[in-house]
């Protein structure tokens, strides 16, 4: 059920819950610093079927990503310790 009203969107739950049936359990990494966006990608990867976690520094991504086995990362290109071009560097480095 969409609902034009307003310039908003609106989905009920089992819109939702459909939205990630086609990609169970996929593992996901969200590296933003700024919290606010990375705790709404984590809830709306969580609410697609997808596990989810938020770095929330290049640092702990780049941490995170050497212990842990990760489907997709999602990177922020503006971060000020490390900006997101430079991290993807790092972690394809970190997997030769």
Do not use: Y
């Not at 991504?61 to 991290?87: H, S």
């Amino acid at each position: 059920m969409h609902s034009a009203a307003g310039s908003g969107w609106k989905a009920n739950s089992q819109q939702w819950r459909g939205f990630g049936s086609h990609v169970p359990q996929d593992k996901i990494l969200v590296v933003d610093d700024q919290m606010a966006v990375a705790l709404m990608m984590v809830f709306l990867l969580t609410r697609a079927g997808c596990e989810a976690q938020a770095a929330l520094s290049a640092e702990k991504a780049l941490r995170l990503a050497q212990t842990e086995a990760f489907d997709l990362i999602t990177l922020d290109v503006g971060m000020p310790d490390l900006d997101g071009f430079l991290l993807f560097q790092k972690l394809r480095q970190s997997r030769t």
